[in-house]
Structure formats: structure tokens, C-alpha cells
């Protein structure tokens, strides 16, 4: 219908960077080799991890050695969440985590009920804010840990994670933040948030699929998910995915370089995108933090369409954008984020997630804007609720 | 000191298959999209995570939605037992290894005794051979689970699984195999083996490291050890590798058609090698099963030389050759399978693993060998304990 393509889905996952591919392929050509092998065939991959170690460290300001490969986000937060969990069975108890947290760490948590765990959700408002003093409210001798993800998937919302972090500290609880949708979108430093743990995925700022980091800050134990030879000092063990990691230093290279202008291109972006679908659209709620929140992002939700069917006429006129939740598309479930922050009201609300990024353009986001108006016209048109403001 | 390079560790890691990282490099450039998304950009690679699937659920004779993709072997053999265990905790509690298993299997067995779980290991023969009766003699009522591996990746000695299967079928207890060193190199099928759970890895059949699978026969239960948002039908949730998974496909493919010759290949430039060895060193010998091993895999130990000595020469000389394990070569530690086999005797025994692959050559073999001889002397020269014979 249509051969114009435009992505406006990244938190669904970013391209990979030009240089980050192009880092990765002697690790898929001649330099093949296993890591562990104290051969000559181990040692440039060898390397490779060490350098992209580094790299990966710097973007967060940890120190090499607490930077632990995995294979994706939703790995680095079962890993932060069971391994404390499973590390502190029979001592602690019980793990505190927020409303609206990614469902690798409400599910991990909830998995963990079956072993005698205990878990609170502590609420948002309804910007998907959590307030410092609703996790202090809710701590107990026996709470193991606190996972409170730093920038929300969906509605894009900054929590305040040092405050919190102060809370924890004083009481010896492990701190754990989700922070796979902002690192590479702002500025993140593990010791400013005062995070123990801290997960973080490759494919967000134009790595590959298939790597993803967890921080853990030395002395921070961790029950291993995967027990064997003993790389990643044990903490996560299994032949390394050396050209994804490779590719994921890389990016983590260009993002420190990027990061302010790639702010500035999102923020821009965001802000014209936003300001046409307000002058335009009626009916509409914008949802999450209008001030702290990730560049780029916007939430949106529109009264009298359906969501699935803004989605489809979207994509078919050639715009690439996510319905309430990027990683759960294919549910298409009712966000438990909205939910929870309790702006989901009554009556149909079709929700779009836009997440822009530093390759989009401003005629791209012209483009978007124009199908949008025309979109949510013509389904309006079809609904026997809409009548025109 | 050496421009010449032989590469005879295969079992460390193949060289990736240029076709496969050829079919690898759309999904790392314009079709990077999560296969989640309901847009344009989830198309293709959904379309190709499906096609990866079929290919290697052929590959092992298995359905195509019996394939769950991994991130490496390691998390194949911990998902399979730490999923069949956390499972049916409660109801049973006893899991059954062989001596020699690899360490992902091994330790995943050994960190569910803090669980409740009892583990028991069956011993093997001087061939590294697991005796069916053995198996059936420890089990118990409560025994959820018998994981026996099909190769044993250090002497390479082919197991009778299909006997071990009668018997734990019989009981209701799975059966689970660590197939990552047999999948490429011999033909295997879940069917004829049996098996209700199989691990392996793309990278011992030229795929990427970063992917491999575990087979999981309809009606196995599996407590995941990643939870979140769903994919891999829930076993296996968490963005996939696509561009990893595209490159096993491709491999599985390429096996299907290539594995008789690959097979072939390495039988011819083994039997050089090891009559070479035979017919020039003597206080040698030979680990494993003679008879059902893995085509390419010589494993050898030779009288009053250090291991690593020789390791580090045959290096220097331009052959890469893993030490008694190519996982753990880090490490240095003395082989668990040849203690196992009641091999080690007394006093110095170096041991090499030579594993040969389909791009070795006969020019490769007769370069191995006699640096091989050379290094021996060498090192034998200076031993204190050596008379020649």
C-alpha cells in the first residue's frame, strides 16, 4: 500500500549502529574462537570481552569487573531478582518492586512466591511516579531486595532512584533497577543512583539483540541462574556471545560520544510530534511524566478508537509504531503501566506509543502526524460514540 | 615465531559457516525489528525466527514448536535441569547424572541440593561408557529427572541412550541429554535416542556462539528460568537473537546436507592422525571409546610430559589444541571424565584434545604431527622421569 517506512518503535528495539556490525564481523569470521581457550584462537575474543567490558562500564561509571554479560534484559533482571532472592533463601524473605514494572521483574518476583517469598507492589501516581517514602512504608526486617525500574517502558517516566537508594542503604537492602529503556536514552550512573544492581540491554542503543549487561556492584551477591564452567566469574557462566558483545561495547563507545546530541535530536523531535498531535487531535491524553521522563517518548491515548486498530491503520500507511506496551504487541492486553498509574478511565481509549529516535527525521515526524490525524479520523467516523468537539 | 595456523579444537567452537553469517547480516541491518512487534518491522524476523526453528527441529528429527531457543548450551542443560526440578519440587527430589557429565550439568544438579534435591552420579567404564543398569538401579519413586549427555565432549564417547530411555520412560522420569558436543558431528534424533529434553548449541555445527537450544518433548514441564513477557511460549521469555537464531538455522541447514561427508572428513583425518601418534610417540594413550566416539575428536595422554607444556608448545608451533577439557582450559583443573574413567594412573600425564573439523586437512594433520613428535621430545628431553623406551 505503501512504500514509505517509518520507525518510530525503538523501545521495541533500536537499529544496530553501522560500526557496531561492522565491529562484530571478524568475531563471526576469523576470530572465532572460544574465549576460554589458552590458545591462540582465544586470544583476540578474549580481548574483545575485556574491551567491551570496559566500554560497557564506562557508559554507567561502574568498574570493569562488575559488569556481567548476559543475553537480554529480561535475563539481567531474572538474574538480579532471583539471584538475590534465591542467595538469601532462608535468611530474607521478601522483594518490594513497583506497579509498573517490566514483566521479566513482576513475573520474576512473582515466581519466586513458590518459594516462600513474599512480594509488595508499591504504587505509582499518576504521572508513574513512585514516592521514596511508599517503599520506606513498606520495608521489613526480612525484605531481601527493591527493584524499582529507572525509566518505564511504556510511559517513559524517571524515578527518583537516589532517594530511594538512601533508604535501602541504611537498611542493607539490595537496590536493583530496571534501567534497560534509559541507558542510552540519558545519562546514567550507577553511583548517582546509588543502585546495587542494575540491568541494561545492548539492543537499546544500537547494539544487537541477543546481549544485554547486568551491573553488579562488588560485594553484591548473586545465586547464579546458570551454574557450570565458570565464566563471568561464576556470576553467569556459558560460552560467551562474543560478537554481540562486541558489538554491544561498540555501542556503548558511540552512545558516551552520542548521548547529548541524541537527547537533543529526541527531545526536538518529541516536541513537534507532540505539539501537532495536541493542536490536531482532540480527545487525546498524553500519559506519564511531561517533565522527567526518557527523550523521545510519547505515550498517548485517544478516546473512542481502539488501540489495535490505530496500530494496523498506522503500519499499513507505512508508520512503525508500538500499541500500549513495545514488548508485549502481541498480547495486546491492556497495559498494566496505565493501570496502575489509573488513567486508563472508561469507554474505548486507544493508546499509541511513539519512541523516536536519533535517525528520525523532522519530515518523518510530519509524515507520522499527517497519517495520525487521518487515522484517528477515520475510526472515529466509524464509532457510534464520537461525537465531534 | 609461527605464520602457520592449524585450528584443531572444534569442540571449543567451530568457525561460523560464511553462508550462516551471510543469512545473519539482514538481521543485524535493515531487518533488525523485534520479532514481538505487530508492525512492518517484526514481519521478517518473525518470519525467520520460524523458519530457524524448523530448520533445526529438523535438524533433531523434533517438532517445530519442540525447539526452544537459547543463549548457549550452558542454559540449555540448566534450563532443562533446573526446570524439570523447580518444577516438581515438592512432589519429588531426586535427580541421576552421569560421573562425567559437563559442569553445566553437573553444578545445575549440585545447586539444587540447597533445595531439597538429592543428586546421584552413575559411574562410567574405563571407556567413558554409562552401563543402562547402573541408571536403573539408582532410581527411586522420587527421581524427577536422569540426565545422561549423548558425547561426552572431552573423550568424546557416544552413550546408549536409547536402552537408558526404556528404562526411565517405563517410571515416568524425564530424561534429559546434553547433546551439544554429538548435534553436527553425528546424526541424532530425539525419537530414536528417546529423550524427553536435549541441549544444543549452534556453535558445534557452524552457527554463532550466542544460540543454542533445548528440545523439549510436548508435555515436559518446565519451570522457566527466565519469566517475563512471554516468548519462546513462556519457556524461554526475553527479546530473541535473531540475527544468532538466523545463523543456527542456517547451520542446521547446512548440517542436514553436509553432515555424511562432514562426517566422513573427519573419520579419514582422525585415523591419520591417530595412527600417526601411534606409529611415532610411544608411552601414549588413548582415551575414550575406540569404537562409538565422535568422528574427529582424539583424545590422548602421553607418559612424563605436562599437559600445559605441551598445550603452550603445540601453541607456539601454530596448532590450536585444547588441554583434557576445551570449556575449561581456563581453569587447569585435572579432568573430572578421565578420573572418572579410572584413567589418570600415577604420576606426570599430559593430555591433548584434538577435535578435527570438516576444513582440516590432511597438510593440517601431518603439521600437527610432527610438531607433535618434536614437542614431546622436546619436553621428555627434559624430564627426569623418561627413558626412552
Redesign the interface.
Known amino acids: 500500500m505503501n512504500d514509505r517506512?517509518v520507525?518510530m518503535?525503538h523501545i521495541?528495539?533500536?537499529?544496530?549502529a553501522p560500526e557496531a556490525?561492522e565491529a562484530?564481523?571478524p568475531y563471526?569470521?576469523d576470530n572465532?574462537?572460544?574465549p576460554?581457550?589458552?590458545?591462540?584462537?582465544?586470544e583476540l575474543p578474549q580481548d574483545a570481552l575485556f574491551r567491551s567490558r570496559e566500554a560497557v562500564a564506562r557508559l554507567i561509571g561502574a568498574e570493569t569487573e562488575e559488569v556481567i554479560f548476559?543475553?537480554?534484559?529480561?535475563?539481567s533482571?531474572?538474574l538480579a531478582i532471583k539471584g538475590v532472592a534465591f542467595d538469601s533463601?532462608g535468611v530474607k524473605s521478601h522483594i518490594v518492586v513497583s506497579a509498573i514494572e517490566?514483566?521479566?521483574v513482576l513475573?520474576?518476583a512473582?515466581?519466586l512466591e513458590?518459594?516462600g517469598f513474599e512480594v509488595t507492589q508499591v504504587p505509582v501516581d499518576m504521572m508513574g511516579r513512585v514516592d521514596p517514602d511508599a517503599v520506606r512504608r513498606v520495608l521489613r526486617p526480612e525484605t531481601a531486595l527493591v527493584s524499582i525500574m529507572h525509566a518505564n517502558n511504556e510511559v517513559g517516566t524517571l524515578q527518583d532512584l537516589s532517594e530511594i537508594a538512601r533508604i535501602t542503604r541504611e537498611r542493607g537492602i539490595v537496590l536493583h533497577t530496571d534501567a534497560v529503556a534509559s541507558v542510552g536514552r540519558v545519562p546514567v550512573s550507577v553511583d548517582e543512583l546509588g543502585v546495587d544492581l542494575l540491568s541494561l540491554?545492548a539492543?537499546q542503543f544500537g547494539g544487537?539483540?541477543?546481549?544485554a549487561a547486568l551491573y553488579c556492584r562488588k560485594g553484591t551477591r548473586l545465586?547464579?541462574?546458570?551454574?557450570?564452567?565458570?565464566q563471568e566469574d561464576g556470576r553467569r557462566?556459558?560460552?560467551?556471545?562474543?560478537?554481540?558483545i562486541v558489538?554491544m561495547g561498540k555501542a556503548a563507545e558511540l552512545t558516551m560520544e552520542a548521548l547529548p546530541r541524541r537527547m537533543d535530536a529526541c527531545r526536538r523531535l518529541e516536541d513537534l510530534l507532540r505539539r501537532g498531535i495536541s493542536d490536531h487531535i482532540d480527545g487525546i491524553q498524553f500519559n506519564g511524566d511531561p517533565e522527567r521522563h526518557i527523550p523521545g517518548l510519547i505515550n498517548v491515548s485517544f478516546r473512542y478508537v481502539e488501540g489495535e486498530a490505530l496500530?494496523?491503520h498506522?503500519?499499513l500507511r507505512?508508520?512503525?509504531?508500538?500499541?500500549a506496551s513495545?514488548?508485549?504487541?502481541?498480547?495486546?492486553k491492556a497495559s498494566h503501566v496505565l493501570e496502575a498509574m489509573g488513567v486508563l478511565g472508561s469507554g474505548a481509549l486507544g493508546t499509541l506509543l511513539f519512541t523516536l529516535g536519533e535517525e528520525n527525521t523532522e519530515d518523518d515526524v510530519r509524515y507520522a502526524l499527517d497519517n495520525l490525524v487521518q487515522v484517528v479520523d477515520m475510526l472515529r467516523a466509524m464509532s457510534p460514540l464520537y461525537t465531534r468537539s
Open positions: 517506512r520507525y518503535d521495541a528495539g533500536t537499529p544496530v556490525m562484530m564481523l563471526l569470521g572465532f574462537g572460544n576460554a581457550s589458552i590458545h591462540h584462537h582465544g548476559t543475553s537480554c534484559g529480561t535475563e533482571n531474572n533463601i517490566h514483566y521479566s513475573y520474576s512473582k515466581s513458590r518459594f540491554a539492543n544487537p539483540k541477543g546481549t545465586w547464579p541462574l546458570f551454574h557450570g564452567g565458570g557462566t556459558g560460552t560467551e556471545n562474543v560478537a554481540g558489538g496500530l494496523l498506522m503500519d507505512g508508520v512503525s509504531v508500538a500499541g513495545a514488548c508485549m504487541s502481541i498480547t495486546a
